[in-house]
């Protein structure tokens, strides 16, 4: 299946920092979404876009469908304790018919 | 009750044991989806039900069983499994099976084989 690169692989930051992290892929994708997984739970999604160039947000997250609708961004600003946990992004199939997942980043975020 | 729901969150089998993992959904979605999520891996597609009826099976080995007897429930029937079968198993329900629709996923059953 399709291979998505997420980077970092792993985050620690202090709480009130933004963090910024990205997804690639080797095809073009014509949606792109955002989840976030906490510890012990299922992924929850965040973030949902669909046109290249699109720039989405939802509180304090930040996402953008990249110009080559090959990559994703999703930035954090001013980070909590609670923002904890790992984020993957997620695009659909040639068909549609599944979404593959990144390898996700893992954020601390240290008091 | 609203969402997509597992039991039972976690469970801990031996190799010759016979267990069913359960997933609800009361979104009205037409699709739901097995997933299994190992450590440091991408979440692994193993199977796709839409309308109830089988679509996909992603290469999963037979001791892996799933069920689905209506659009709401979904079962994964387990057997004889093998320690590395041990995982987080994550069901999930979308809309629609094609078209994009974006996944709700439950709280996932974390499975040890031992």
């Known amino acids: 299946g399709q291979q998505l690169n997420q980077s970092p692989q792993s985050m620690f930051i202090q709480e009130g920092e933004d963090v910024s992290m990205n997804c690639t892929s080797s095809?073009?994708?014509?949606?792109w979404l955002w989840y976030k997984q906490d510890p012990g739970e299922g992924p929850v999604l965040l973030i949902a876009?669909?046109?290249?160039?699109e720039l989405t947000s939802n509180g304090r997250l930040t996402a953008q469908f990249g110009i080559t609708r090959k990559d994703s961004f999703l930035n954090i600003s001013a980070s909590i304790p609670s923002d904890v946990g790992i984020y993957f992004c997620?695009?659909?199939?040639?068909?549609?018919?599944?979404?593959?997942f990144g390898t996700g980043t893992s954020l601390t975020v240290i008091p | 009750e609203t969402g997509v729901t597992q039991t039972p969150r976690h469970l801990v089998m031996g190799m010759t044991n016979k267990k069913s993992l359960k997933c609800e959904q009361h979104l009205g979605h037409n699709a739901m989806y097995w997933y299994k999520q190992s450590a440091k891996k991408p979440l692994e597609l193993m199977f796709v039900y839409s309308l109830e009826e089988r679509v996909e099976n992603n290469s999963v080995p037979s001791r892996f069983s799933p069920e689905c007897p209506n659009s709401s429930h979904l079962f994964l029937h387990l057997h004889t499994l093998q320690p590395e079968d041990s995982a987080l198993y994550l069901c999930?329900?979308?809309?629609?099976?094609?078209?994009?629709?974006?996944?709700?996923f439950g709280s996932g059953t974390r499975l040890t084989v031992v």
């Open positions: 997620a695009g659909p199939s040639n068909t549609g018919n599944q979404f593959y």
């Open positions: 999930a329900s979308s809309l629609a099976y094609r078209g994009g629709y974006g996944y709700t």
């Open positions: 876009l669909y046109k290249a160039g």
């Open positions: 095809s073009i994708f014509n949606t």
